[in-house]
């Protein structure tokens, strides 16, 4: 099967091409036009959803700072009680001193003891305050993720009642597309991908309107024209690189620039005319 459509392809002529070309991207616009529906609520959704996983982690994160707070505290507390038995021993030790080397020593150990314990309450006192930073970010975090998962269902539902009303669409556009992508020639459609994907409007084949690029409006030679109205070979737009197609081959009728200049010349004449019956004998 996949032969006989890729022999079918290469037999069509340049004009079946182009005509099965326009017809892809037509199908394509239609999908762009879904996603634009949807505006930008993907974005948003996912925005909530990484905002929300962000928050909590910063309160895992900060829990655990607070676990590892509380263990420090009863660290300190211990060694507080361990320093104020060496000191009660110590100060019971001063009252049958021998000597002054030995009384000394003794008020050396005490002092180191005391400072032992300041040090360990001023780690208590900042663990304390840090312990209650992490309280207040915890209950923050707590309220923000709250709201946030709030939103992000609000979005989430959003996103699925506009999805569930265009999938069919887009699912039956798809397969189209999918099907008319077999019929033409991959070198084509390739470089027809290729230019849909760098534009801005994901337009990768117009007609030409106006004597222009029917993509970035640019001019178009004579003789380019007539090339295109030919259906002979594929041509390009020299300035944006879009494939160009006949309007009569995308079926669509051109605006005739004729039928307006006729128009100006008749609107012209009038003009004259009556400014001719305005002036004086």
């Given at each position: 099967m996949a032969k006989k459509l890729e022999k079918t392809s290469s037999e069509m002529s340049i004009e079946e091409r182009l005509k099965n070309l326009y017809q892809l991207q037509t199908y394509l616009s239609q999908i762009d036009n879904i996603r634009t529906i949807r505006g930008e609520l993907p974005l948003e959704v996912q925005d909530l959803e990484d905002e929300v996983e962000g928050l909590r982690t910063r309160i895992e994160k900060t829990t655990a700072e607070a676990e590892e707070i509380r263990k420090g505290l009863a660290s300190w507390q211990g060694e507080i009680q361990v320093a104020q038995q060496k000191l009660e021993k110590y100060k019971q030790q001063l009252d049958n001193v021998r000597n002054n080397r030995e009384y000394d020593m003794i008020n050396k150990e005490i002092e180191y003891q005391n400072l032992e314990i300041q040090l360990a309450e001023k780690r208590i006192n900042e663990?304390?305050?840090?312990?209650?930073?992490?309280?207040?970010?915890?209950?923050?975090?707590?309220?923000?993720?709250?709201?946030?998962?709030?939103?992000?269902?609000?979005?989430?539902?959003?996103?699925?009642?506009?999805?569930?009303?265009?999938?069919?669409?887009?699912?039956?556009?798809?397969?189209?597309?999918?099907?008319?992508?077999?019929?033409i020639e991959p070198r084509i459609l390739q470089a027809f991908k290729r230019i849909r994907k760098n534009s801005r409007n994901g337009l990768g084949i117009v007609y030409v309107q106006r004597d222009a690029c029917g993509g970035c409006f640019a001019k178009i030679p004579p003789q380019r024209q007539l090339d295109v109205r030919m259906r002979k070979k594929v041509i390009v737009c020299e300035y944006c690189g879009r494939i160009l197609i006949d309007p009569e081959l995308a079926g669509v009728t051109p605006d005739a620039p004729k039928e307006e200049k006729t128009r100006r010349r008749r609107a012209t004449s009038r003009k004259k005319a009556t400014e001719g019956e305005d002036k004086p004998e």
């Open positions: 663990a304390k305050q840090a312990e209650k930073r992490n309280q207040e970010l915890i209950a923050k975090s707590q309220e923000e993720l709250e709201n946030r998962t709030q939103d992000l269902e609000v979005k989430k539902n959003e996103l699925d009642e506009i999805v569930i009303e265009t999938k069919a669409e887009e699912d039956k556009l798809r397969e189209k597309a999918k099907t008319l992508e077999l019929t």
